[in-house]
Each structure stands twice: as structure tokens, then as C-alpha cells.
């Protein structure tokens, strides 16, 4: 298996973070590894979305979880690999929000893989995280 997170604190409430993870439409806005999105349902476990990054092909990813206010799990089964995100939000002393994203990549071939294409699919975490907390602060 092969694994990164990266967290950041925040002022913003979990529910404006929310507001923003929920509006999938919305995503290309603040995230900028993400060039186009279509969701096929509603921001509900088993609910599809495809995800077009700049430049790149665009992914199916599938929502594994979702728990309103507090995280939301995203997928990509590749076959011999899997590649799932949580993001979730935590509370912290003083009225402060922990927001996290959280990537595995696990299966057969994720030995492999992971450490080839896991720092590609992460590394804008701490970018996205930034620009999450400032939109939800603002």
C-alpha cells in the first residue's frame, strides 16, 4: 500500500467547508487540478463523477462515503489497483476545523504503482487544501 496526507487548520466552519465539498460544480473554481467535472447523481455514496484534470484524460471516480459536515470518500478502481481519497473534517481546540485529505493506493499492483503515480495525484494536496480554507474563510 502506499500512502500521503496532508492537513491543514482553518477558522471556516466544517459546514461552510462543506458547502464548498458538496458543490461539485463549483470545484474548478478553487481547485486547479480539476479543468471539468460532471457528477451523476447527487454528492451521496455511489453516486459517479468524472473528472477531467488540465491537460490529462478525464477519471471515473465513484463517492465510496459521504457523511455531511465531516468527510466524504472518493475512488478510482484501476483493477489491479485502487485509488481512494478521504477528506474529511475535524474539529480542533478553539473552534478550529482540521481539513485532511488522505490518499491510499492498495491492491495488487499498488506497490508498484503507488510510488510511480501516488506523488503525481498528491501533489497538489497542500495547493487545494489553501485554496479551500481561504474560499470557505472568505
Do not use: C
Amino acid at each position: 500500500m502506499w500512502e500521503y496526507q496532508h492537513s491543514a487548520e482553518t477558522t471556516a466552519t466544517p459546514e461552510a467547508l462543506w458547502r464548498h465539498w458538496s458543490a461539485v460544480d463549483q470545484w474548478p473554481e478553487w481547485n486547479d487540478g480539476v479543468a471539468t467535472i460532471e457528477i451523476d447523481g447527487p454528492f451521496a455514496a455511489g453516486s459517479v463523477f468524472t473528472m477531467t484534470p488540465p491537460g490529462e484524460e478525464p477519471l471515473r471516480m465513484r463517492l465510496t462515503e459521504v457523511v455531511p459536515g465531516k468527510l466524504f470518500t472518493d475512488e478510482l478502481d484501476a483493477g489491479d489497483f485502487v485509488v481512494r481519497t478521504v477528506h474529511s473534517l475535524e474539529p480542533v481546540d478553539g473552534g478550529r476545523t482540521r481539513v485532511v485529505y488522505r490518499t491510499e493506493i492498495s491492491g495488487p499492483a499498488a506497490d508498484q504503482v503507488g510510488p510511480q503515480i501516488g506523488p503525481a495525484i498528491t501533489a497538489d494536496f497542500p495547493d487545494v487544501v489553501a485554496a479551500l480554507v481561504r474560499r470557505a474563510e472568505s
